[in-house]
């Protein structure tokens, strides 16, 4: 059972409008979420994060927003720029001590 | 500080060979983890250490998988024998403050044929 899940494999945006990007998970206990981005062919970087105590997180063009209640988080990329194109992975954790869950990735393609 | 490093970056073996994967974590870093990329599954954990002892290995999906820290700047993680559902891209990451802020090496690519 994927307890974090990311429903859009792919996403196409054009340059300089927004990207957003979704995840949705199962587990009440993850309390801290994190994205990381991911170019062919390197491992995967740590984007942002955000706690559970908190519903926006913003850094420069990247922001954060989350809804405990729908268990929703979301990341938005705003203006999109063709260098955003990546594997971009939403991740949750619980209390301290537990691991971290992965969604599946969506793939954003940003064209010029 | 160079990062997180992981050898060899691609690997082709036949099935029923032997596979070993490397991997030398940030210095300083207590954490380490093994993940492996697929298609069907995305990012899933296979194992991590902390300060080189073995916490928790259930992802590993069976005996044929192992994995050692035998030391705080190297691991292993081994396949025998290998099998063509192998076949994946397996990330070595390190961790300073735990479970969240992962850096990740850059993967070694794995085909099992």
């Known amino acids: 059972d994927q307890q974090v899940k990311q429903n859009s494999p792919s996403l196409s945006v054009q340059e300089g409008r927004i990207s957003i990007l979704n995840c949705d998970y199962t587990?009440?206990?993850?309390?801290?979420f994190l994205w990381y981005k991911k170019y062919p062919a390197e491992g995967p970087t740590f984007l942002i994060s955000?706690?559970?105590?908190?519903d926006k997180n913003e850094d420069g063009r990247f922001t954060v927003f989350l809804n405990k209640s729908a268990k929703h988080l979301s990341l938005h990329i705003v203006p999109s720029q063709p260098g955003d194109s990546a594997v971009y992975f939403c991740a949750a954790s619980g209390n301290a001590g537990n691991m971290l869950t992965f969604g599946g990735g969506t793939r954003l393609m940003v064209k010029p | 500080d160079a990062g997180v490093i992981q050898s060899p970056r691609h690997e082709v073996t036949e099935m029923g060979q032997e596979v070993t994967l490397r991997c030398k974590p940030i210095?300083?870093?207590?954490?380490l983890f093994w993940y492996r990329q697929t298609m069907m599954r995305g990012l899933e954990l296979l194992i991590y250490?902390?300060?080189?002892?073995?916490?928790?290995d259930s992802g590993m999906p069976e005996d044929r998988f192992s994995a050692k820290m035998p030391n705080a700047s190297f691991s292993t993680l081994k396949i025998q024998p290998s099998e063509p559902r192998d076949s994946a891209v397996y990330f070595c990451a390190s961790s300073g403050t735990g479970h969240e802020k992962l850096f990740f090496g850059s993967g070694t690519q794995l085909s099992v044929l």
């Open positions: 955000i706690s559970s105590i908190k």
């Open positions: 250490f902390n300060n080189n002892v073995p916490i928790d």
């Open positions: 210095s300083g870093h207590d954490y």
């Open positions: 587990n009440s206990m993850f309390d801290y």
